[in-house]
């Protein structure tokens, strides 16, 4: 007898860490799998759908302008009842630390259904920082039934808070199972983009490119400005090297980007990027300077040293293998270690050989199988 399955995503960075999954169980005849999108970000998950050709079978669609966490906590265990009655799964898969993925479990964990936490383990020990995503994380850490573990740490994270052992499995991070798939389609012949042509016109490859991305609400301000006088910084001091900044439409980051980095040379300041373009040019890229949890995943495996404009991570295995580095936003320690990668030629391969923590392309089979023996 086939057992149901229900994954949910609403966001971007969830839809390419699901995808993996999604494509192994609908592969997989021992289960009834079904697909539903809470659309918190809607057109920058709906280019992840496509590429990852998945078609979701429930579509919320729950994005309005100007929302909240009070209503969109809200209205997703409220739309998420009549799915959850519909479908009657016998388990439910939500990842990481969304609003999504809290609302979901508890709308999960009403229903009866067993709760699937997929990048489970993962803290700060802050619940303010990140907002709210830390607390999003721990509170679907008390829900969940079976808890799917990037690393040993995040393992042991769980085992701290009395979480049973035999529930927690250490699969890696399904993100590099999504970014192998990916690489290898944006590379193939036929594959055609438009962004990534685009990018063709802009930048000269043969110089060293510097992919920078940043978009935390607590990097807005102050540190958002230091970031951006680093940059103009190596801008000025290395006219060799291409700074491209895809920058998120949140006001709080594109008024001050423009405003201290449009009209210098070198730097090229573009929209934000579909995943194949991003991808393409993450593994085109001589370095990155970013503040998101993915790419310090992601590089490592493209052998792209990272510096993390950031205090603090929930994701310390890449800072004590040395993949990435932790800066904070401090304008000094930015110049100061972009310098040494791009003059260092020792320093810069050093970095970029080594080990990737998070995985090795197959943690949606890890989870499969581990479901698939209860």
């Not at 079978?57 to 959850?84: G, H, W």
Request: charged share 20%; hydrophobic share 40%; proline share 5%.
């Amino acid at each position: 007898m086939s057992r149901t399955n229900l994954i949910v995503f609403g966001t971007r960075p969830e839809a390419i860490k699901m995808a993996p999954l999604v494509q192994k169980f609908l592969k997989n005849k021992n289960f009834v799998t079904k697909v539903c999108v809470t659309a918190q970000h809607r057109e920058m998950l709906d280019q992840v759908l496509d590429f990852f050709e998945i078609t979701p079978d429930f579509d919320l669609d729950l994005m309005r302008p100007n929302q909240n966490l009070y209503s969109l906590t809200a209205t997703i265990i409220e739309n998420m009842k009549p799915v959850l009655e519909e479908v009657k799964p016998d388990y439910v898969y939500v990842h990481g630390d969304t609003t999504t993925s809290m609302a979901v479990g508890i709308a999960a964990f009403y229903s009866g259904a067993k709760i699937c936490h997929v990048e489970a383990g993962l803290r700060t020990f802050n619940r303010q920082y990140p907002f709210p995503e830390e607390f999003n994380r721990q509170l679907t850490g008390k829900i969940a039934d079976y808890h799917f573990s990037p690393t040993e740490l995040s393992k042991s994270n769980l085992l701290a808070e009395n979480t049973k052992e035999e529930n927690i499995l250490v699969t890696g991070n399904t993100v590099i199972d999504a970014l192998l798939y990916g690489i290898d389609k944006v590379n193939a012949e036929n594959f055609k983009d438009a962004e990534i042509e685009n990018l063709k016109t802009i930048l000269n490859f043969q110089n060293k490119i510097i992919l920078v991305t940043g978009h935390r609400r607590e990097n807005h301000g102050d540190g958002l400005i230091s970031i951006c006088a680093a940059l103009k910084t190596i801008a000025e001091k290395h006219p060799e090297v291409e700074i491209i900044y895809p920058v998120h439409l949140n006001p709080n980051v594109v008024g001050p980007v423009n405003e201290l980095l449009g009209g210098i040379k070198n730097i090229f300041l573009v929209s934000p990027l579909a995943y194949p373009a991003f991808i393409w040019l993450m593994e085109k890229s001589y370095l990155i300077i970013t503040d998101s949890g993915g790419i310090q995943e992601e590089a490592p495996s493209l052998g792209k040293p990272v510096l993390v404009t950031r205090t603090t991570t929930e994701r310390p295995e890449a800072v004590e293998e040395g993949t990435v580095i932790l800066l904070g936003t401090n304008t000094d320690s930015i110049i100061e270690e972009t310098e040494k990668l791009l003059t260092n030629v020792d320093y810069y391969e050093g970095m970029s050989m080594l080990h990737n923590p998070y995985g090795d392309g197959k943690s949606a089979e890890r989870i499969v199988n581990f479901i698939e023996a209860l």
